[in-house]
């Protein structure tokens, strides 16, 4: 069992920048695909960005490509969420997911464990 937990989310003004965390319990978290997902009012949960156990393989959508980065610290359990350059439709509740798996995915389905989410609010 893996137990997420984010922070670091806030109200932020257009062109700003915010940094999530992640921490997850356990002592195999770096055996786990880590990745973020958001859900903004009456719409769907969608993919963010994802990477391997060993951060050598990362995706992210289209939508955040060149503005958002994730990172993991294995010694910490953590994975983090860089977000420059936010815009008004990046606002969101933002969660963070583990996938007992070797192989990045986007698909939502495909993780196995869930945080409680953070809210980001951007700003125009």
């Known amino acids: 069992q893996v137990q997420l937990v984010e922070s670091g989310g806030g109200l932020v003004q257009a062109r700003g920048s915010l940094r999530l965390s992640c921490a997850a319990s356990?002592?195999?978290?770096?055996?786990?695909?880590m990745g973020w997902f958001r859900q903004a009012p009456g719409k769907e949960r969608e993919f963010v960005a994802a990477?391997?156990?060993?951060?050598?393989?990362?995706g992210y959508a289209d939508s955040v490509k060149g503005r958002f980065t994730i990172s993991r610290d294995n010694a910490k359990n953590t994975v983090y969420l860089r977000m420059n350059s936010l815009k008004p439709e990046d606002t969101a509740v933002y969660y963070c997911?583990?996938?007992?798996?070797?192989?990045?995915?986007?698909?939502?389905?495909?993780?196995?464990?869930w945080g409680q989410g953070t809210q980001v609010t951007v700003s125009s």
């Open positions: 997911a583990a996938r007992a798996s070797m192989v990045v995915t986007t698909t939502l389905g495909e993780y196995d464990y």
């Open positions: 356990g002592r195999t978290f770096s055996r786990y695909v």
């Open positions: 990477l391997s156990s060993s951060g050598g393989s990362i």
